[in-house]
DNA sequence: CGGGCTATTTTTAGCTT
DNA sequence: TAAGCTAAAAATAGCCC
């Protein structure tokens, strides 16, 4: 029962957090099937637990909203602005891990001889190169898998 | 009032459909969260409405996330698996869209010459590749918002 | 552990403005 | 069109097994 309000905040003990865990995970999902019925959305959810698992679901595929997702964050195909409603993070306790990729791909970029605009095409020249690359590798995988 | 039991069936009225989309984004949005917080978790939601708005919300960040999935779905790293419990689809109405760019990149492959292994082989090393160089990129992209 | 129970909180469909 | 209201439905914390 929940007979007392439950305060949002972490859970200690390991053993509930991990109960509590699958069963919102389980929850989450249903809410986003519940969501792209009704609605004709398209949807995806990835979850990480502390443990290190992954669990996602997506509609028509978590790799088919993804690809989405970074296509429209670099969506600038053919002038079309899509405008991506990011939602803020709610609370500054969040620890980002750093990125300590030390192989090179041959991509090093004299940043600190560039300017704001030059910054800002950088950007954006990244970004839809992210894009056609992950979308012409999609297409190969997909293609082998006939 | 919810009065009566609620079908999760596709809402045919464009109007009341909308309405429901933004109610249950923010309440998918709000169990994510939740979630987040209760779970110390890593969570990722994104969501497109018919319309074709983006609305995402993640933490650390969405970008973390995808990144740490799409990582994950090409980990070979160490010859660590990290597997991906993947929900399944519901039902088969789904409509996948069909890539069709036709842009190139220079990564033609003769794949009718190959057998089944290489073909294996193939999609490794394109998924290690498309981690290589995601990652890169979105290091450059996060260097130069500094 | 994972599944079931249920009291209570939380979400939300339909309404109103 | 979007922002409250509210009652019924749905989710879920704590417990049992």
Redesign the interface.
């Known amino acids: 029962m929940v007979r007392t309000k439950v305060e949002?905040?972490?859970?200690e003990d390991k053993a509930k957090?991990?109960t509590?865990?699958t069963k919102?995970?389980q929850?989450?999902?249903k809410?986003?099937?519940?969501?792209v019925?009704?609605?004709?959305?398209?949807?995806?959810?990835?979850?990480?637990?502390?443990a290190?698992?992954?669990?996602?679901?997506g509609?028509?595929?978590?790799?088919?909203?993804?690809n989405?997702?970074?296509a429209?964050?670099s969506a600038l195909e053919h002038g079309e602005v899509?405008?991506?409603?990011?939602?803020a993070?709610?609370e500054r306790d969040?620890?980002?891990?750093t990125?300590e990729?030390e192989?090179?791909?041959g991509?090093e970029?004299p940043?600190d001889d560039m300017g704001m605009d030059e910054?800002e095409e950088?950007?954006r020249t990244?970004?839809e190169?992210?894009k056609?690359?992950?979308?012409?590798?999609?297409?190969?995988?997909?293609?082998?898998?006939t």
């Open positions: 949002i905040k972490r859970i957090r991990h509590t865990f919102r995970r929850g989450l999902f809410k986003t099937k519940e969501l019925k009704r609605c004709d959305a398209e949807a995806a959810v990835i979850t990480f637990s502390l290190g698992n992954i669990f996602a679901f509609h028509p595929s978590v790799d088919n909203v993804v989405r997702y970074i429209s964050t899509v405008p991506v409603h990011e939602e993070e709610m969040a620890v980002i891990g990125m990729n192989e090179t791909l991509l970029v940043l910054l950088l950007d990244m970004k190169m992210k056609k690359v992950v979308d012409k590798i999609d297409g190969i995988i997909s293609s082998s898998k």
